[in-house]
Structures are given as C-alpha cells and as structure tokens.
C-alpha cells in the first residue's frame, strides 16, 4: 500500500513539474508581432509600421478610422496582454476610443475626428506589454474638405427642355451625381435637360456653392453653362437645390434652360 501511495505521489510531482516547465517555457517566450496599416478610405498606402514612417492621408471636417493589424511572427502571446493607443495628436484631431487591450492576433480600429488645418502632423502609435511600452511614429496628412463632398447622391431633375423639346412641358426624370477622383471640385451629374450626362465645376461647400458647366458634347449636342447651389427648405432644409441655366445648341437650334436639382420630387 506505501509504494502504491509513494508511486501515485510521485508521479503526481512529475507531472506538475513538468506542466510548471512547459508553461513556464510559453510564459517566458516573449511574442514578437508586426503592426501592419491598412490602407483609409481615402488612400491606398498601407504598410508595416515598424518599418517605416507612414503617412495616413485625412480629409478636413470628416471622420476616418485607422486601422492595424497585429500579426503575431513568434513566442506564446497568451500570458502577454497588449495595450495600444495614440498620443501627441493635435487637438483638432480627436481618436477614440483611448487605447485598446488585446492579445495576438488583433485587428482594431481608431475612430478619427479631424477639423484642423491643412498640413502634415505627427503622432505616435503606442504599444504597451508587462515588458514595457515601445512608440512607432507616423505622420497625418490633412487636406481641404472638396467642394463636391455633401453633392454626391440621387436626385430628380426638372426643366422645360427634357429631350430638346420646345414647348412650355415641365420635364422632371430622376439623376445621379458622382465625384470624379482626378478632381475632388469636379462633379459628374448622370442627366440634366432629361437626356445628357455632363460634368460641372464646384466652388464651395454643401449645400451653398457656385457652379460652372463648361463647354462640352454630350449625345449629339453642345451644352454649357453656370448655376449655383443653396439649401431646400421645410423638412428637406439643408439638403442642396442646384440651379443650372445652361444652353442646349443642336445643330443650328439653340434653347436655353433653368434646370432644377432637388433630392426629392417638385
């Protein structure tokens, strides 16, 4: 019975021991990871921060989220808890939340609130383990907010000249604005005068702004002209009303028009 005791004894020391080594080895196997930046919304560039100083690309008056991807490389993550957050940003530039705690892999995301000036700031991305804190730092580009940002979306048109028509008929037919990527001032409105695709210029901002229709040929005519932009009213209020006189010129005929842009029906 004492060696049936003394060998349960035993081997329960063994195996603790052992148990106790093999966690100790993972607990002392510090993880080694990379922080790797995806790409905003409104750039591409990504890449591995701790390799190199990014540049993230913001817009003024707008919100955007930084994303990182942590991705373990080597070591047991799991008695190693990581804490990640941002500091020396301006106070114009607001990120929440304050920080995150994970363990690898991890993928979070930074809300962040921009309304500061145009230029180039510098921040840090903090990361913080039982083995201390190491800072990465990266730069944040803030340009103008475009005059097309708040004209994108769909719309109805209204004017006297859908189909090149020479009559007093109130032509209404739905639109659609877009932004063109190589000009952040340059909008592409689907149809005006109920059947031609056009593209304008815009100065200023949502809802209020003044417009330019340059000279152009769009299915089968010569279209041109100027207008401007202001806030409907009632409960639409806030929402632009674009006014566009332009010239229709097919052939030898010319009309002139007052097209209206609304994002509900007149």
Same mark, same amino acid.
């Given at each position: 019975?004492?060696?049936?005791?003394?060998?349960?004894?035993?081997?329960?020391?063994?195996?603790?021991?052992?148990?106790?080594?093999?966690?100790?080895?993972?607990?002392?196997?510090?993880?080694?990871?990379?922080?790797?930046?995806?790409?905003?919304?409104?750039?591409?560039?990504?890449?591995?921060?701790?390799?190199?100083?990014?540049?993230?690309?913001?817009?003024?008056?707008?919100?955007?989220?930084?994303?990182?991807?942590?991705?373990?490389?080597?070591?047991?993550?799991?008695?190693?808890?990581?804490?990640?957050?941002?500091?020396?940003?301006?106070? @114009? /530039?607001?990120?929440?939340?304050? #920080?995150?705690?994970?363990?690898?892999? %991890?993928?979070?995301?930074?809300? +962040?609130?921009? &309304?500061?000036?145009?230029?180039?700031?510098?921040?840090?991305?903090?990361?913080?383990?039982?083995?201390?804190?190491?800072?990465?730092?990266?730069?944040?580009?803030?340009?103008?907010?475009?005059?097309?940002?708040?004209?994108?979306?769909?719309?109805?048109?209204?004017?006297?000249?859908?189909?090149?028509?020479?009559?007093?008929?109130?032509?209404?037919?739905?639109?659609?604005?877009?932004?063109?990527?190589?000009?952040?001032?340059?909008?592409?409105?689907?149809?005006?005068?109920?059947?031609?695709?056009?593209?304008?210029?815009?100065?200023?901002?949502?809802?209020?702004?003044?417009?330019?229709?340059?000279?152009?040929?769009?299915?089968?005519? @010569? /279209?041109?002209?100027?207008?401007? #932009?202001?806030?409907?009213?009632?409960? %639409?209020?806030?929402?632009?009303? +674009?006014?566009? &006189?332009?010239?229709?010129?097919?052939?030898?005929?010319?009309?002139?028009?007052?097209?209206?842009?609304?994002?509900?029906?007149?």
């Amino acid at each position: 019975m004492k060696k049936i005791l003394f060998g349960c004894v035993v081997a329960c020391l063994i195996y603790c021991s052992c148990y106790k080594a093999q966690n100790s080895s993972h607990a002392n196997s510090v993880p080694t990871f990379d922080i790797y930046l995806q790409g905003n919304t409104y750039s591409d560039l990504a890449g591995n921060v701790k390799d190199s100083i990014m540049t993230i690309e913001l817009i003024d008056s707008t919100s955007s989220f930084l994303t990182l991807n942590f991705s373990l490389t080597s070591g047991f993550p799991e008695n190693f808890p990581v804490t990640c957050s941002l500091t020396g940003l301006p106070g @114009t /530039i607001v990120d929440s939340p304050g #920080s995150f705690t994970f363990k690898l892999n %991890y993928q979070l995301s930074f809300k +962040i609130a921009v &309304n500061a000036d145009s230029g180039l700031y510098t921040a840090n991305i903090n990361v913080a383990s039982s083995q201390g804190t190491q800072s990465y730092p990266i730069r944040m580009h803030v340009t103008p907010k475009p005059a097309s940002a708040g004209f994108v979306g769909y719309y109805i048109g209204s004017d006297p000249c859908g189909h090149f028509n020479y009559d007093s008929v109130i032509h209404v037919y739905s639109t659609e604005i877009s932004g063109v990527l190589t000009n952040p001032n340059e909008l592409s409105i689907s149809r005006i005068a109920g059947d031609y695709g056009v593209y304008v210029y815009f100065s200023g901002h949502a809802p209020y702004a003044t417009l330019t229709l340059p000279l152009q040929t769009t299915n089968g005519v @010569t /279209i041109y002209g100027r207008g401007f #932009s202001t806030s409907d009213s009632g409960i %639409y209020a806030g929402q632009p009303t +674009i006014f566009i &006189n332009d010239t229709i010129v097919n052939g030898t005929d010319t009309q002139t028009c007052f097209t209206q842009i609304k994002t509900h029906n007149f």
